[in-house]
């Protein structure tokens, strides 16, 4: 039995207060930096590498953070979580997002289903689905091919699957496997659907009803507003529209839909990329073996996961240090910077993924906790944000640890060499250089050409982004999540906190309101 | 004259030290929260207001902030500044890009040039080729019309322009005034520039390429990817492509360019919207009348920016309560939250607005300032945020200050009513719920079910997203960062924090390296 104790009532938190802080400028420098930066680095899935070198940790502190990892029993935790314990306490679920893309342990079986079963007879089915779109064979009323795929969902249904499929829509495109545009209608901003609507041909477009419980108030009206504008265009909704959701949804097996698709509540919102929600999208967009090629990759993170020692395991030595630099040296935010195009929206799928799970202030027993939880993300995609945000980055008052990701191929291979160089070798130079610059910093004698260094990043290294490698590295943050969830003793599988502002829009709709809500909603004229 | 001197050695300092916190979640619940709601709102320009009556200040508190504004100078300092002071003291410059938007104080005339009839002249020329672009007496080499514009720049000169064109894309297909599409290039990621080539008609395509110095590594790197490609296609790049740049660049008059637009070293890359920079893909895509509609709702903003009380002056009291949070309760972020799909990428243009003018550590003198400068910004439109991030920010262990922008109308008008309001309603009913759902909490037995409330947000409301508001916001922002550099006594108008970067890239690529820098670059394979 693993026992749930909080963070600051183990031996190891205390530990870790009193260990010697690394001077990362120092450390970094020199011959001991080339040093660091060989040594530091542990082999990921799928032939990436994570590198903390410049971070501020050194070899007695990875020890102390191998004593809390085994002292918090963070990879016994994980082994009961992906056999089926009820991890999710709050709401009394299972967390099974990790069996969606292969087993990992023990059979998974609920009221007599075997859930892993489950999942990949859903998998199996959009596969034929998706095949079946492909091929022609399931057309649109007049006969005819779709040509577009639309997601109508929002949060876990919308950020995670959108990034994905911005991340390998180039790629795609560029292997011959890109099958059908997508698009997304998320907000109920009503200029959000129809942006999309004017944007699209709706006559070939397929659209995803995205709603687990079948009762998102977004994705509902966003459903509608859709259907309304099928109709207005002469078009049958039912032959144009899928469900994604629980198989007791009120969306399920529902004659308004073409076919139905399931996840169920072991899957929460921001983990359900590699259920029925992503597998929908992404095997209509790119094809079925795409999405199991991503499945893969996620799967070979997931493995890598067990092993208890730290320095073998990237994601839960990335979890460690940034919980010593949450709790210990007092970095309350974190910036993700991939230098990749591609991953543009990877970090507000990742904003979403931290800050949901752990932004909480009660233990998994509902008591209030004495520690800081997870940070506050936020990103960009490198080269842009080194024009922008990073200058407070260099030269600010408060240091925020970096996550740097790169690869060393683009994913177009359409490349020119200007000045010497080609621009991936720019790109690539530029992530070198960041890492360098932050920790090292560089004196000057005008003060405000000074950089302090000493600002701690990591960066994750890959030969290109590509099926495998973006499975692998959405598992490695999700693990990584999960593992901090652990340290903290918190539960990263519910979401209290967005119900408040739920209850209140309905009183607000349903004109129930008094005190400051009342002038907002006639400020607002509702 | 004005006096120059650091925040914690004024008075209003200490005097804010010394003020009693206000209790946000006590104050917003009930009949007094409905006061405040009625009383705390500014207008703003364009018929918008700023509303902050769920931030932590009270009557006493905004008599203390007067004080500093008073003591320390702030509608002074903004005067000097538009009547041609050298503000930014680092590069020695002038800093003008109010004045491209209408003249608010004494002539600034610099070696013999009146700079707002340059600014103007160059408005007044950009205005002239847009309209023979879409009256097609600017033509392709074949003689036909242009329909795409692409904007190749970085930083200021692409997160501003692109923000302020998805902010109006779709009011401007509303209204039927979207001339031709736009495009934008920044990242020297080859895969950027590659994708946005595929996805457009190259031969119908004009390029912008924008860069103040004429020597940006990854917009001379774009803009030669970009003529290589034209090249290969047959087209002649010369013309395809305009410089938008300073007159002394290696840029300017080239004939390489179908022509050249101007700015000068007076206006900052991040202030560079309202400047040629914004003015020729704005005009080109939207026609030169958007433009200056754009212009007019800044310049109003930057008309009630002079107002001494900050009971009048929207844009300087959002700053001193700004302060307020940062150097006396302590909150290291900020989050920008627009309840308006079209302002999607509006938070990333603050966030480079904000952190690349106030992230830094040194006075205007170039000494070390001993309180904290400029938050970290992020954000995401709203609905979308709740079901992501909001977790944190309602539930989390640190307190994240929340900038709400909402509007009564949507922007292409089409809606629909299901379950008895429409999607427009539901959007404002959600922004109205949040604000009071983050400022009063909800005592509940289950702590996990808890909201202990007492997290302060400002709301700016607006009849509708349109050309005048969207001037009026941006030109909001701006003179907020300005004074809240005043108050720092910092330069918000230089960006030393980047150069390192550049030269440790330069390094990598010339393959002279050592030390870190070094095994980097070999991981890289670069």
Known sequence: MVNWTNFDALDSYQALKNVDAVNVREVMSGESGAQRVKKYSVPMAEGMAYNYAAKAVDDDIL??????SDEAQLTEKYEELYNGAVINTGEKRLVLHQLCRGQLGKDVVVDGVNKREFYQAQQDRIAKFANDVHAGKIVNGKGEKF??????????????????????????????????????ISNVDPDDASAVLNNIDVEHALFIVVSKSGTTLETLTNAAFVEDALKKAGVDPS???????????????????????????????????????????????????????????????????????????????????GVYERNFLDYATTAVLPYSQALSRFPAHLQ?????????????????????????IFGEPGTNGQHSFYQLLHQGKTIVPLQFIGFKDSQIGNDVVIEGSTSQKKLDANVAAQIVAFACGKDDENPNKNFDGGRPSSIIIGQQLNPETLGALLAHFENKVMFQGFVWNINSFDQEGVQLGKVLAKRVLAHDTDGALAVYSDLLEI
């Open 352 to 376: 979403q993924l931290d800050m949901e799970s752990n932004g909480k202030s009660v233990n998994r027993f509902g008591e209030k906790v004495n520690y800081v939880t997870g940070p506050i």
């Open 239 to 321: 032959k144009h529209m899928l469900a994604c959701t629980s198989e007791t949804s009120p969306l399920a097996n529902n004659d308004k839909f073409l076919d139905s698709f399931y996840m169920d509540d072991y899957i929460g919102g921001r983990y359900s990329s590699s259920s029925a929600v992503g597998c929908c999208v992404l095997s209509l967009a790119f094809g079925p073996e795409v999405f199991a090629r991503l499945m893969a990759g996620a799967h070979a993170a997931d493995e890598t996961a067990k092993e208890k020692d730290i320095l073998k395991n990237p994601s839960l030595l990335d979890a460690l240090i």
């Open 147 to 184: 040509t577009t795929v639309v997601q109508i969902g929002i949060g876990g249904s919308d950020l995670g699957p959108r990034a994905l499929y911005l991340a390998l829509e180039n790629w795609a495109k560029t292997n011959h496997t890109l099958k059908m545009q997508a698009a997304f």
């Open 63 to 68: 020890a102390v953070l191998q004593k809390l």
